[in-house]
């Protein structure tokens, strides 16, 4: 358990010095302590962006910086909704910055890459079960910050500077995620877009003058996402990821024992999924907040030299960035094209058919700039009316899903 009465209580109004926005600040004492927390430190070993270093060298920052730099935005965002009468008591005011802090605290190794891997169960719920140990921990002081993120209180602008279309998560990881990798396409104008913010009934606007702020955010976004977060080689490289942790997975159901840290055995060795976890929550965090980046480097290593080569394979080609030819189109590959590239690889591998599944990759993914099917963003405007921003602005919104489809093979396969 976490001794919250070894830490000095005269030395937590601490300042972190912040690449993206310069100095941080740290309000409250039980904000310092949170961050203080090993729960909250296993986030520095934790890349915010997978393996996008793979194409963007830079992209080395983690889900800790990212964590403090919405923190930050917060703060921001809730001094200029007081400026504008909005009320907010202190306490809610600390249970937002504690929300935001920890919203991604249920992430795992590489982030959103592993989420359905090494267990089914999303990072969300992760994140919840987390919130709740801490608050055991901080004797209730969680409370209220659990109830915001679960969208259960009633203001709910609170929740939606949390979780929404222009939350302080999207604000800051574009902002951030853009700095590090150098793609210019993401930079938006956050301090516009946050002293635009206000509440009407109790809900996120925007107003009217920030709607040009809006639609770079929205563009800025969506550019992101091609050029860098589903970028075809670092798509290829997390596919090759996903699949070598599912055939250590495998052996492992058949008995195998790995040379890596007990608490990722524990993964290898157990399937788990939301059903499941009821009543193991305790287990599962123990494992699950002991295991980071560095627990899959190390295991990626070790496989490099393992008997089964299928593992030993998928290991090497990460490792020494080996990766697979991938193809990207926006229609689905013809199933006798499939069959043939499968028939070549296993041909020329040496393997057979059935570990096919571990060299040829298949699948899709998805994106659309702005969604109108839910909690839209809201426009206010200088007559008083509040209108979705799909009914607010001259710009198309590209609300359709774009579907793209991708194939990954060994590129030495003719």
Same mark, same amino acid.
């Not at 889900?63 to 923190?71: K, P």
């Not at 399937?271 to 627990?295: A, C, P």
């Given at each position: ?5 070894? @830490?000095?209580? %005269? ?8 690449? *993206?926005?310069?100095?941080? &600040? ?9 961050? /203080? ?17 793979? *194409? ?34 202190? #306490? ?25 891997? %090494? ?6 719920? @992760?994140?919840?079960?987390? !919130? ?38 999207? !604000? ?46 929205? !563009?800025?976004?969506? @550019? ?28 492992? &159901? ?7 840290? /007990? ?5 290898? #060795? &157990?399937?788990?999924?939301? /059903? ?13 907040? %002991? ?13 490099? &030299?393992?008997?089964?080569?299928? @593992? ?56 659309? #700039? ?45």
């Amino acid at each position: 358990m976490f001794l919250l009465d070894t @830490l000095n209580p %005269l030395n937590k109004k601490k300042i972190f010095n912040d690449p *993206v926005y310069g100095f941080v &600040n740290v309000p409250y004492n039980i904000l310092f302590d949170i961050i /203080e927390h090993p729960y909250f430190q296993r986030l520095r070993r934790i890349k915010q962006v997978s393996l996008t270093h793979y *194409v963007y060298p830079g992209a080395l920052h983690t889900r800790f910086h990212h964590a403090l730099g919405a923190m930050h935005l917060m703060q921001q965002a809730l001094d200029v909704l007081s400026a504008k009468k909005v009320k907010i008591t202190k #306490e809610e005011r600390k249970a937002a910055l504690i929300a935001i802090l920890l919203h991604d605290i249920g992430h795992g190794p590489f982030s959103h890459t592993l989420e359905h891997t %090494l267990m089914n169960v999303h990072h969300e719920t @992760l994140s919840t079960f987390f !919130m709740k140990k801490l608050n055991e921990e901080f004797n209730g002081a969680l409370d209220l910050a659990i109830e915001i993120f679960e969208n259960r209180y009633k203001k709910k602008f609170l929740y939606q500077l949390v979780s929404g279309q222009l939350d302080m998560d999207r !604000m800051d990881y574009l902002n951030r995620d853009s700095f590090f990798t150098g793609v210019s396409e993401g930079v938006i104008g956050h301090d516009r877009i946050i002293k635009m913010l206000s509440v009407r009934q109790n809900e996120l606007v925007v107003e009217e003058k920030g709607i040009y702020s809006l639609e770079k955010f929205l !563009m800025a976004r969506r @550019l992101m996402y091609w050029q860098v977060y589903l970028h075809k080689t670092v798509l290829c490289a997390e596919q090759m990821l996903i699949i070598t942790m599912k055939r250590a997975k495998d052996l492992a &159901n058949q008995g195998e024992k790995f040379h890596c840290s /007990e608490h990722l055995n524990f993964f290898f #060795e &157990n399937n788990i999924d939301e /059903e499941n976890i009821v009543g193991r929550e305790d287990e599962l965090l123990h494992h699950f907040s %002991l295991i980071d980046d560095v627990d899959i480097t190390f295991a990626l290593k070790s496989f490099v &030299n393992h008997k089964d080569k299928v @593992l030993s394979f998928l290991a090497k080609s990460l490792i020494n960035r080996r990766l697979f030819k991938i193809s990207l189109q926006n229609k689905p590959f013809k199933s006798d094209f499939l069959r043939e590239v499968r028939h070549k690889t296993a041909t020329q591998i040496g393997l057979g058919k059935k570990y096919m599944k571990y060299f040829v990759l298949t699948g899709e993914e998805t994106n659309h #700039e702005y969604n109108t099917s839910k909690n839209e963003i809201k426009i206010l405007f200088k007559d008083g009316t509040v209108k979705p921003m799909s009914e607010s602005t001259d710009y198309g919104l590209q609300s359709k899903m774009i579907t793209k489809y991708y194939l990954c093979y060994p590129k030495n396969i003719s």
